[in-house]
């Protein structure tokens, strides 16, 4: 070990004890000096992985990064136009790699606000036998208003929650079948502000708060991850979640722009925040990950300490019934 890894290892211990600074670009460029994988390196060839919002910053580094690597990416995306454009940035950025030229990118259209395009886009999914080695649940935004979907679910709620909900249950028979899938959620930093109010999450709070709903989302997205890999982890599947920190991405940049204004000196880009989702789908070790949330590639508490802000077991059990009532599905044994 040598004395520059000693000395990083210190400061990523006192970043990860105030919690906040480590979501910025110095938390990851320090946490980064004690990795020894070098998932750049990986030969994805033959391999399939699905990515969800993966037109745009986080999903788009994602997709470029297996890409690179030689991969078969599906992305789902809800514009034909944004996805077509993004594939062509990936073919151009991976053109001149080893096995770039190799990669295979399918493009799935749906808006994933809409359960009945999620099912489509399963069907879409499904019909491709070549097994999937990891989902990643990318896809997100925050809203200003209170919108529902077209099932009459607020949209921050269909989008972050039920629509990963449903696409993991519409896909558990070949997850199930290959034994090795893994299934990552993207969440956020922001839900560390918040205690799950389940009875908000359908219909939004009777006073609209985007930021509060997407936070609320976010924290609910973690309680289904957990229980969502404690029935599936016999049946081979890991299932985890990570949080990218914080990321110079449109999404920021729109929906923060204040907090980007005063951050930027501090942000990550796209391909840092992205790291911890590809090493979740990736790397050997991470196959121990499920049922954990992740940032810079180490397992973090889900709760900032004292903040009260634990989930009741009763709580976590009228989360998972609401998901599958509101997308009709029975989560087999
Ligand atoms: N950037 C950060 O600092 C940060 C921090 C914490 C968590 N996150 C999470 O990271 C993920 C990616 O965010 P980002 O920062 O990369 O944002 P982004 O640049 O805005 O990308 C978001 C992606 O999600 C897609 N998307 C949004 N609504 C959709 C819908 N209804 N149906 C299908 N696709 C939809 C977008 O597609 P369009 O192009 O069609 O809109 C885009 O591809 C999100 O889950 C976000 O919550 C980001």
């Not at 210190?10 to 990795?35: E, H, Y």
């Not at 036998?129 to 099932?151: C, K």
Request: aromatic share 6%.
């Amino acid at each position: 070990m040598t004395d520059r890894f000693h000395w990083s290892k210190a400061v990523a211990g006192v970043m990860d004890a105030l919690v906040v600074p480590a979501f910025g670009a110095p938390g990851i460029l320090i946490r980064s000096q004690g990795w020894t994988e070098d998932l750049g390196r990986v030969d994805l060839r033959g391999q399939r992985f699905i990515v969800t919002g993966a037109n745009a910053g986080i999903g788009l580094a994602i997709t470029t990064a297996l890409a690179r690597q030689g991969a078969q990416v599906d992305l789902v995306c809800r514009d034909q136009l944004r996805a077509t454009d993004a594939i062509e940035t990936v073919s151009n950025s991976v053109r001149s790699t080893p096995y770039g030229p190799e990669a295979q990118l399918n493009v799935v259209l749906a808006d994933l606000t809409d359960l009945q395009a999620t099912r489509a886009a399963c069907v879409q999914l499904a019909q491709d036998p070549t097994p999937i080695e990891a989902l990643v649940h990318n896809a997100g935004a925050l809203f200003s208003q209170r919108i529902l979907s077209p099932q009459g679910v607020e949209q921050t709620f269909a989008l972050h929650v039920l629509n990963p909900f449903l696409m993991t249950a519409l896909l558990l028979k070949p997850f199930r079948e290959h034994r090795r899938a893994r299934v990552i959620w993207v969440s956020s930093g922001g839900m560390y502000t918040q205690r799950l109010k389940v009875r908000d999450l359908a219909k939004g709070a009777d006073r609209f708060d985007g930021v509060v709903a997407y936070a609320q989302c976010k924290r609910a997205q973690i309680e289904v991850m957990k229980r969502m890999h404690e029935g599936e982890h016999k049946h081979g599947l890991v299932i985890s979640a990570m949080h990218p920190g914080w990321a110079d991405t449109r999404g920021v940049r729109e929906s923060l722009p204040r907090f980007r204004q005063l951050t930027r000196w501090f942000l990550r880009d796209a391909a840092q925040g992205a790291d911890t989702a590809l090493w979740l789908a990736l790397s050997a070790e991470a196959k121990q990950a499920g049922g954990r949330l992740y940032l810079d590639r180490v397992p973090r508490s889900e709760h900032i300490p004292w903040s009260g802000t634990q989930t009741a077991e009763e709580d976590i059990d009228a989360l998972w019934a609401l998901c599958e009532r509101l997308c009709g599905v029975t989560w087999p044994d």
